[in-house]
């Protein structure tokens, strides 16, 4: 009996797509839980935290719960935010240049998706240092702790979806001369995962920032 | 096509229709930020913030994720997958009064 996976880069004929892209919809499924179970977290804490006084910080009720703009900086979470959408962008048409057998294209669009996720880690990392410069670190109030256990995690999600990439956009695509069609489903897969990570900084931005 | 069943026309329109969903998220985005500025109260603020977020986030999906082309099985291990994540996301509500305000109060 071979120990093969079968249907990696054709459709199983039960459940009509391949089995390479169903687990990682299942993947996907369970980084929902993953999510879902801090944004659990963000709606328990908040709606039981006490309300801001007129004039209070951070720093003199820690359990408060402050509005996100008047500590967090919205044009650079903006600017992230368009970066982040324009890396997603980049990433489904690298996608489309495959489909068209364009590598040139797949390519240099790939390119462009990992130079803005590398900007997108650039300006949190300011983010962070504006943070750090005041002081403001996860063990000052619960806002922040939350603030630095979602954005921290969402990084890492980012840093992640560099890795896997810069391996397809370098040494991984020499499948593409050998086996077009696998590697084709490759790049659908991680575009798949680099689109939810877009999709966690669309639900991020709002809840953190301006609420 | 080496990879793709596709005809250069499908995937131009293909791409014609990922250029426009880029315009409305960024529409969307500075929409998101608009209505921020005009502290509305919480409550307000939440329902208008996470039903532009979900909008956002289905435009996402539907079409740089391929959910508009995709399986069946794919939309069910997403609702299975919802209805997971709702349940998670009430579980709050589901016990309210019985530990945080305490915990608060103390």
């Given amino acids: ?211 | 096509m080496a990879g793709s069943s596709m005809t250069p026309a499908e995937v131009d329109h293909h791409v014609a229709v990922y250029l426009r969903v880029f315009a409305a998220l960024l529409v969307l985005t500075v929409f998101t930020v608009v209505v921020g500025e005009f502290h509305l109260p919480v409550i307000t603020a939440v329902v208008v913030a996470l039903v532009i977020a979900s909008f956002k986030g289905s435009l996402v999906a539907y079409f740089f994720m391929h959910l508009k082309w995709e399986k069946m099985i794919i939309f069910a291990t997403l609702a299975l997958t919802v209805c997971f994540f709702l349940f998670l996301l009430f579980i709050p509500y589901l016990t309210s009064g019985t530990t945080p305000t305490v915990i608060y109060g103390s």
């Fill in chain 1, 1 to 211: 009996m071979s120990s093969e996976i079968r249907y990696i880069d054709e459709p199983h004929p039960v459940t009509g797509v391949t089995n390479a892209k169903l687990g990682l919809w299942l993947f996907i499924a369970s980084e929902v839980m993953l999510f879902g179970a801090l944004f659990s977290s963000y709606v328990m804490l908040r709606s039981t935290a006490p309300v801001m006084p007129e004039h209070g910080t951070i720093l003199t009720n820690p359990l408060a719960w402050p509005r996100g703009a008047s500590i967090l900086s919205v044009p650079l979470a903006l600017i992230n935010t368009i970066i982040l959408i324009s890396s997603s962008v980049t990433m489904v048409l690298s996608w489309a240049s495959l489909a068209k057998n364009d590598f040139a294209g797949f390519r240099k669009n790939m390119g462009w998706t990992i130079a803005l996720s590398f900007g997108f880690l650039f300006v949190k990392a300011i983010e962070y240092g504006l943070k750090f410069e005041h002081h403001m670190y996860p063990s000052k109030c619960t806002f922040l702790a939350l603030y630095f256990t979602l954005t921290g995690l969402h990084g890492l999600h980012i840093i992640g979806g560099i890795v896997v990439n810069a391996y397809l956009m370098y040494p991984g695509s020499a499948m593409w001369k050998t086996e077009p069609r696998r590697f084709m489903g490759r790049v659908e897969c991680a575009g798949l995962y680099w689109h939810f990570v877009d999709l966690v900084w669309i639900f991020l931005f709002p809840v953190l920032y301006l609420l």
